[in-house]
């Protein structure tokens, strides 16, 4: 069974950072491509940034291009979104996803994931 379990979300100030994890388990995910979602209220769930099962490969929505970074640990079993200059707008629930992908590159399609974490909250006030 996978299992996606995200941390690291809660209540910010307009301009504060927050890095948000993901723990992934089950099955070794040196071959999997990772990546960040968010959906807030009344919206669908949209792509914010993906990363290649090596590591070596990033992606990112226009819309945290410069502000967010997404990386890997070593074991490339987990996931990190590190976020900064944060504004209202990044408010919404964020989701880790996780897919089988032995080419190393992006995937950042919300349909081409197959694993899905449980979504944390991030809450951004002006």
């Known amino acids: 069974q996978v299992q996606l379990v995200e941390s690291g979300g809660g209540l910010v100030q307009a301009g504060g950072s927050l890095r948000l994890s993901c723990a992934a388990s089950g099955r070794t995910f040196s071959s999997y491509a990772m990546g960040w979602f968010r959906q807030a209220p009344g919206k669908e769930r949209e792509f914010v940034a993906g990363i290649s099962w090596s590591g070596g490969s990033t992606y990112y929505a226009d819309s945290v291009k410069g502000r967010f970074t997404i990386s890997r640990g070593n074991a490339r079993n987990t996931a990190y979104l590190q976020m900064r200059s944060l504004k209202p707008e990044d408010t919404a629930v964020y989701y880790c996803?996780?897919?089988?992908?032995?080419?190393?590159?992006?995937?950042?399609?919300?349909?081409?994931?197959?694993?899905w974490g449980q979504g944390t909250q991030v809450t951004v006030t002006s």
């Open positions: 996803a996780a897919v089988y992908h032995s080419s190393d590159s992006i995937v950042r399609g919300t349909n081409e994931y197959d694993y």
